[in-house]
């Protein structure tokens, strides 16, 4: 089963390597890294080229900064994987990420799993589990996890799940993307994916290290701007489910 992933990347020459060591960490080891060097002005691009000159499952692709939806949306189009999954470039996995994934996409045949994170804020106050809003491990109602996506943001982000590739239309993507828009895109990118989906499951195991800066737009935003932060025509799209 051959785990492609999305890493779309700019300017983050400090945190890349670390990203890209749990990556290469991960005890399971058919996987496809796709990194996505959106336009990066800093150093993150030779970063990037120096690991896939090591190893040949990371492929680095640079293009003109077009913004994380599009970076994502050339990712997916890349891919060829059964599953795939996103992994922002400040981030990390736990090593046994992809092997417990892998495991749970075999034993349920599930379309969607979803996993809790550890969120490690950079300021020194104490790490917090983010994406553990439900009961218990299982699979989950499709229609009350889209309506938790439709009218909140306590399910928007890629990287809190893993995905069957087919669940992706890139032209589909290709009619949401709006330029604009600043916050919203994962759960623009996420509307068509869940309505796909026949079976989504949970698994109540922390496998993503999400960190927490100030200085991230992904990572740092006031939930009640987000009207703000999202073109209007993004709101038409969340309107259309």
């Given at each position: ?16 390597s670390?990203?890209?060591d749990?990556v ?86 599930a ?31 499709k ?13 928007n ?85």
């Amino acid at each position: 089963m051959l785990v492609d992933i999305v890493i779309p990347v700019y300017n983050g020459e400090q945190c890349l390597s670390g990203c890209l060591d749990s990556v290469l960490g991960q005890s399971y080891h058919n996987w496809r890294a796709i990194i996505i060097d959106d336009g990066s002005t800093d150093k993150s691009g030779a970063v990037a080229d120096a690991y896939a000159e090591k190893d040949s499952r990371f492929t680095v692709i640079h293009q003109c900064n077009e913004g994380q939806y599009y970076a994502r949306m050339r990712g997916i189009q890349e891919s060829e994987g059964e599953i795939l999954m996103f992994l922002d470039s400040d981030d990390r996995w736990i090593p046994e990420c992809l092997e417990k994934l892998t495991n749970t996409f075999a034993k349920h045949n599930a379309d969607i799993v979803m996993f809790p994170a550890m969120v490690i804020p950079e300021d020194g106050h104490p790490a917090f589990k983010i994406g553990n809003g439900f009961k218990k491990e299982g699979f989950l109602v499709k229609r009350d996890v889209c309506e938790v996506l439709l009218t909140s943001n306590d399910l928007n982000s890629l990287w809190l799940k893993a995905f069957k590739r087919g669940l992706f239309d890139v032209e589909e993507l290709k009619k949401t993307a709006h330029k604009k828009a600043r916050m919203g895109e994962d759960k623009i990118m996420q509307l068509p994916v869940f309505t796909e989906a026949r079976k989504i499951y949970y698994l109540d195991e922390c496998l993503y290290l999400y960190t927490y800066s100030a200085n991230s737009i992904s990572h740092h935003y006031d939930a009640s701007k987000i009207s703000t932060m999202m073109a209007s025509e993004m709101f038409d799209e969340v309107n259309r489910y």
